[in-house]
């Protein structure tokens, strides 16, 4: 299995961990890591290596970070669906190991190990993975405020969220400050070789949704340490806010559409729906007129009900104002109203992936050029894989034969794909995900 497919495959799937073969004391417990905050400790009999996996919480969750034929991946562990999946890792203590299917060894995996800064506390006694946290292998990522006005509302919140999770837990704190942030990035870049920053946020009730306290965090983090940072957060009221945020050292900006449908913005995010696609495409051009072509992006989430071909049109879009559409497959988030739901297929994503990427690459928006944020480290996705010039798209295992003369290597153009793409979506051979029912969210009791 090529690396791309399997990636794909992985992230759609998830995986499960078991122990590796008798004889490596101390191997990973099947499916649970050691906790992130605990300190690494690589010696000793029956002893542990702590792996950088996360629950619950914004942003990717449910993961393991691993490094995967030479690529950093993040891949689904704490979910029912990757409990089940056909996917298995045997890790030994060390964190290396062999993903396997049906018996049959496919590739080595190595997990990523914890960053030594976890070991740290604050100046005020909060230790550092309250702060922040190491995303992929070399990103240091925080929720700047863990709250959030739609997620506290059950007929308003995103039903794929998990943003109050880790809060509930103690695993985090509500709120992070410029100084506390600074202190955290700084270590990391010195013990961990941290190479840049994702700041998110919870969405608070003022009009500049964020932008203000992200700003001044990223005017903490540039205080101590030289790195790109990466703000996310809704549109605000007033673009001057790009301006403003550009100034205080955000480097890359992201504002994520997740759906582009308005029935299954509707039923997947209620409350954040009630900012039209229309807003958004307003909010990129003036961000792009900040920022640059290339350090806009915006996460497009396969699995909440958009079809195919809608992805590949506001992907296109995107792509033409100089936004960079990261597009990732649903993980369900176990208590979430969306808990239930299975993720889109390898086909699917690999549909997804084998038409933007290509062009992407052509429109000069490659993701090693994002200065920094979550297009730039790529591991929640496939789809840097596909951004080499001209790449073919390649048919979906499932296509039946007469579609699948059309899915050939020998494709010119991902313009031909395109065409390819659509004949099969419009015969049905890439199917359509679903949309969630709204009956999904009154299940928001289940949340944890």
């Not at 691993?66 to 890790?91: C, E, K, N, W, Y």
């Not at 509707?266 to 909010?283: D, I, L, N, W």
């Given at each position: 299995m090529d690396t791309q497919t399997l990636i794909t495959e992985l992230q759609s799937f998830g995986l499960r961990l078991a122990e590796a073969p008798e004889g490596a004391a101390g191997a990973a417990a099947p499916g649970e890591p050691a906790s992130p905050t605990s300190p690494a400790s690589e010696g000793g009999e029956g002893r542990r290596a702590a792996w950088t996996s996360r629950r619950g919480g914004a942003g990717p969750t449910q993961h393991?970070?691993?490094?995967?034929?030479?690529?950093?991946?993040?891949?689904?562990?704490?979910?029912?669906?990757?409990?089940?999946?056909?996917?298995?890792?045997?890790?030994?203590?060390?964190g290396a190991g062999t993903v396997e299917r049906d018996g049959r060894a496919l590739a080595p995996i190595a997990l990523v190990k914890a960053p030594r800064f976890y070991a740290l506390s604050t100046r005020d006694g909060i230790p550092y993975p309250k702060i922040a946290l190491l995303h992929g292998a070399d990103v240091l990522a925080s929720t700047v405020l863990q709250t959030c006005i739609r997620y506290s509302e059950r007929d308003k919140a995103c039903t794929f969220c998990a943003i109050g999770q880790s809060l509930a837990a103690g695993r985090t704190t509500a709120k992070?400050?410029?100084?506390q942030l600074g202190e955290v990035a700084e270590a990391a870049a010195r013990l961990d070789g941290v190479r840049h920053v994702t700041l998110t946020t919870g969405t608070p009730r003022s009009p500049d949704r964020?932008?203000?306290?992200?700003?001044?965090?990223?005017?903490?983090?540039?205080?101590?340490?030289?790195?790109?940072?990466?703000?996310?957060?809704?549109?605000?009221?007033?673009?001057?806010?790009?301006?403003?945020?550009?100034?205080?050292?955000?480097d890359s900006l992201g504002m994520h559409l997740e759906a582009v449908e308005d029935?299954?913005?509707?039923?997947?995010?209620?409350?954040?729906?009630?900012?039209?696609?229309?807003?958004?495409?307003?909010?990129?051009?003036?961000?792009?007129?900040?920022?640059?072509r290339g350090q806009v992006s915006t996460y497009l989430i396969a699995g909440l009900g958009d079809s195919l071909a809608s992805l590949l049109d506001a992907s296109e879009?995107?792509?033409?104002?100089?936004?960079?559409?990261?597009?990732?497959?649903?993980?369900?988030?176990?208590?979430?109203?969306?808990?239930?739901?299975?993720?889109?297929?390898?086909?699917?994503?690999?549909?997804?992936?084998?038409?933007?990427?290509?062009?992407?690459?052509?429109?000069?928006?490659?993701?090693?050029?994002?200065?920094?944020?979550?297009?730039?480290?790529?591991?929640?996705?496939?789809?840097?894989?596909?951004?080499?010039?001209?790449?073919?798209?390649?048919?979906?295992?499932?296509?039946?034969?007469?579609?699948?003369?059309?899915?050939?290597?020998?494709?010119?153009?991902?313009?031909?794909?395109?065409?390819?793409?659509?004949?099969?979506?419009?015969?049905?051979?890439?199917?359509?995900?679903?949309?969630?029912a709204p009956g999904h969210l009154l299940r928001r009791a289940r949340a944890v």
């Open positions: 393991v970070a691993a490094t995967l034929r030479g690529a950093t991946v993040m891949i689904p562990i704490h979910t029912d669906q990757a409990a089940a999946s056909p996917f298995v890792a045997r890790i030994g203590r060390d992070k400050t410029p100084e964020g932008a203000a306290h992200l700003a001044d965090c990223a005017r903490g983090i540039k205080a101590r340490v030289d790195l790109p940072v990466q703000a996310q957060c809704e549109p605000p009221d007033d673009f001057a806010w790009f301006e403003r945020m550009r100034a205080a050292g955000v029935e299954v913005r509707a039923a997947a995010m209620p409350g954040k729906a009630e900012v039209s696609v229309a807003r958004y495409f307003e909010a990129f051009e003036a961000a792009v007129r900040v920022f640059g879009r995107l792509i033409a104002m100089g936004v960079y559409p990261f597009l990732v497959p649903l993980v369900p988030i176990p208590g979430t109203p969306a808990a239930d739901r299975a993720p889109p297929s390898g086909d699917f994503m690999r549909a997804l992936y084998a038409h933007i990427g290509p062009l992407l690459a052509r429109a000069g928006l490659r993701s090693n050029d994002v200065k920094a944020g979550c297009a730039r480290c790529g591991a929640c996705s496939g789809l840097s894989g596909f951004e080499a010039e001209g790449q073919a798209a390649a048919p979906p295992d499932a296509a039946p034969p007469d579609a699948g003369a059309a899915w050939t290597s020998t494709s010119e153009s991902s313009d031909d794909a395109s065409v390819q793409l659509r004949a099969c979506a419009d015969a049905g051979h890439v199917s359509r995900v679903p949309p969630l």
